[in-house]
């Protein structure tokens, strides 16, 4: 503890600060303070927000230090809840009631919710200072962050390079120091692919773990809500307050929310890590392949028992994934029709109804929006739907099959998050298949339903490389004891990177 008191607010973890707090030897008024300054002093270069509220961050933290010193005046530090006062920021399709929630699209440009997210609600519940909203991929529809209609984000390793996407922003900003967590989400890989960008901890929970409700939908059926941490530990203390059953969302899992952060340090001693071997195929990067290769070993090491195993669809994952993920979003988007939401066009005034809407999403949607709705519309046209959609949902019972046989040998599956490192923004595809490409190891775990965590594991040619796990149904446990150790074993060690010349 007495190392990090020098160091800089910003840059502690979620953990750190909270153990500061309940001592009584920090407030949340300075943690905040010193999160807006690192704010003022790197955004310019880094571009992770879209709104920051400086007064309901400063009023939030004024509150939590209030209830803090209620706590401690009467003795309980224990009663001090483990997110009271830290500063978080929430990717821009998470509602949050007054605060605008633009999913970084002129569509919703000027969306103020009456209502906040299930997810919101519980972090503001559990005390938890909400900073702002995070820039993301226009309705969270790519890769690097770069379809935002606000700006780009930039690599907090290089100014020169991607984030990663939809949930860019929220990487980016935990990486310099802008927030201390962020909630994202993942539909294809978006909370890890960026996660492994930017050096942090990121995961996508089972389906139906966290409560989708208020987070505006992309393909319902894939949706997930997870954190974006600087570690392990924080990934579970994130975790232990987003998830839960929620009524207001159908398909929210009544199972019982265990304390995740009880499986950080359990260790990976007999455990059983299955090694897809089709994960291992072309297509990766050398420097990608050499750092995955060295985290397995250094589990081995720890005691773990590595596994070969098989995934024989899962070069099918990315087809079915791209068919069902625009089927669902080609319908989703079709409430955006400037009617009851979403942006409406200058001097509509003579024009009929039809008119209207195809001016509204005309100039309100994106080109990479409207090219998921037109290939979405197109699987669930009359003539197509069974040759397309239907193959597509039955491509995808056979994969999760795939993924069950496979978990059945093992504990769960290591592989690498991401087939590169962070790309730079002029070596970004032009053809929109390569791009889809990036998604290639991470949309098996959405159509599976089963839960994946992104954990730094090492570097390539100076960058930062992610390790994906994937596990059983509701095992978010197992993944955090893994992670843990990889963060152990790796030497990554919580690397910060230089941004703005001030690193911790
Ligand atoms: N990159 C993927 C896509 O563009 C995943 C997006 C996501 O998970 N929201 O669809």
Redo the contacts with the bound molecule.
Sequence with gaps: MSDNINARLCHMTLHELHDMLAQGQVSSREITSDVLARIDEVEASVGAYVTVDREGALSGADAADAAIARARRVGDAAEIGAVVGIPVVLKDNVCTRGMRTTCCSKMLEDFVPTYDAAVTARLRAAGAVIVGKANMDEF????TTQTSIFHVTRNPWDPERVPG??SGGCAAAVAAGEAVAAVG??????VRQPASFCGVVGLKPTYGRVSRYGVAA?ASSLDTVGPVTQDVRDCAIMLNVMAGHDERDSTSAPNAVPDYTEYVERGVEGLKIGIPKEFFGPGMDEGVRTAVERAVHALEGAGAKIVDVSIPLVEHALGVYYLV?TAEASSNMARLDGIRYGHRPEGRSGMDVADLMSASRGQGFGMEVKRRIMLGTFVLSAGNIDAFYGRALRSRRLLKEDVERALAQCDCLASPTAPTVAFRFDEEPDDPLAMYL??IYTTLANLAGVPAISVPCGFADGLPVGLQIMGRMFDEGTLMQVARAVELTSGFDRARPEVGGCVK
């Design positions: 969270a529809m790519g890769s996407g939809s989400s993942d539909t294809g890989g978006s992309f993920a990036q998604d």
